[in-house]
């Protein structure tokens, strides 16, 4: 059976670029019966950068019942918590003993915190150790991500390699799975949309937010007359994730006939987007009313995950030498 895993931090709302470019591959993945399907908050990760309690664990149940609401089945999927897998900071530390200084000190989701000025704790640069960890102990094979996550699962190779090279075939490589169309969605400014860009369209806000965050979408300054190339606008390639083929080429066309503003397309894209999002919104606020519903799914998926978490790290226990009684 195919394993296919994939984890998301709660450091923030997820937006429009977690959905376009990961949750989406992730739930359009259960139409798969033979795989196996394992998605987790990273809420170890989250605490490299989110150091507020109140905030770090609001933030974790929200991504449960963002992925909730959006249609993950838990008889199809498992929904779980990284921290309610320990076991995962264990590997962690063993696969840390077999990472070079020069391999972390080349991530450039490190360097860039580092370049924006935030101060580097010891757990920031370890982070792509935790990540390989996260997705060797559940011996994955298949890892859909965005693009910004494709160097950490290289380093995941490299490092199960580097271990399968001392101790033998002990870990499964997994391949990255990304989504060429999706992979870098942009944000409201043109850049990655990214939650420490404060550039995100957010999936789960109010209305009047999302309307806001929208129109806030940064374009060239053509005048409403002037004939605009819908190749270039990022408010279009948004346009098109949520459109179907027809009005796709209307809305091209009106970009270049000229008479139609980026006030319009703005106000077309917002209508799509709350279109898509007003079926799932109960299911959310119903949600936000029962914790209990979420954590009911969170322990169950974090009970079965364990299961797999607890064998693989016996087995790597016992291949380097680490006695298991
Ligand atoms: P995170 O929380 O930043 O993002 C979650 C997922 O959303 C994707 N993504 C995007 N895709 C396209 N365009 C964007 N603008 C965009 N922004 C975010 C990310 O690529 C990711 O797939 N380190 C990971 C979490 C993690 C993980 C793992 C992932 C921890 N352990 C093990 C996979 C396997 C992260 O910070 O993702």
Redesign the pocket.
């Known amino acids: 059976k195919k394993r296919v895993?994939?984890?998301?931090?709660p450091?923030g709302k997820l937006?429009l670029?977690?959905y376009?470019?990961?949750?989406k591959q992730h739930l359009d993945s259960q139409a798969q019966a033979d795989w196996d399907r394992y998605f987790?908050i990273?809420n170890y990760?989250s605490l490299t950068t989110l150091p507020d309690a109140a905030e770090l664990r609001e933030r974790t149940l929200d991504v449960a019942r963002t992925y909730l609401a959006l249609g993950l089945d838990p008889e199809k999927s498992l929904l779980f918590m990284?921290t309610d897998v320990p076991e995962v900071c264990e590997l962690a530390w063993i696969l840390t003993c077999f990472a070079p200084m020069g391999l972390l000190q080349r991530c450039t989701?490190y360097k860039d915190k580092v370049a924006r000025g935030l101060s580097a704790n010891h757990g920031l640069f370890a982070?792509p150790v935790?990540?390989a960890a996260?997705?060797l102990i559940y011996d994955?094979h298949l890892?859909?991500?965005?693009?910004?996550?494709k160097q950490?699962?290289e380093v995941?190779r490299d490092l199960a390699i580097k271990v399968n090279q001392t101790y033998g075939e002990l870990l499964v490589v997994p391949d990255p799975v990304i989504k060429e169309d999706?992979?870098?969605?942009?944000?409201t400014d043109g850049q990655?949309?990214?939650?420490s860009y404060h550039n995100t369209i957010e999936l789960f806000a109010t209305k009047k937010q999302l309307k806001k965050q929208i129109m806030s979408i940064v374009t060239d300054s053509k005048g409403l007359e002037e004939p605009k190339d819908p190749d270039t606008c990022n408010v279009f390639r948004l346009y098109h994730f949520f459109a179907n083929a027809d009005e796709i080429a209307e809305m091209a066309q009106k970009y270049r006939a000229g008479g139609f503003g980026y006030g319009h397309a703005k106000l077309a894209l917002f209508e799509k987007v709350d279109a898509f999002l007003e079926p799932y919104r109960d299911r959310y606020n119903h949600l936000l009313e029962h914790p209990d519903e979420v954590m009911d799914v969170l322990r169950q998926g974090a009970k079965e995950a364990r299961k797999t978490a607890i064998e693989t790290t016996r087995r790597v226990r016992e291949a380097v030498g680490f006695i298991n009684h």
């Open positions: 895993l994939s984890g998301i931090q450091s937006h670029g977690n376009l470019g990961a949750i987790f990273a990760h990284q989701s982070y935790l990540q996260d997705i994955s890892v859909p991500v965005g693009s910004d996550q950490h699962v995941c999706v992979a870098v969605i942009p944000g990655k949309m990214s939650k």
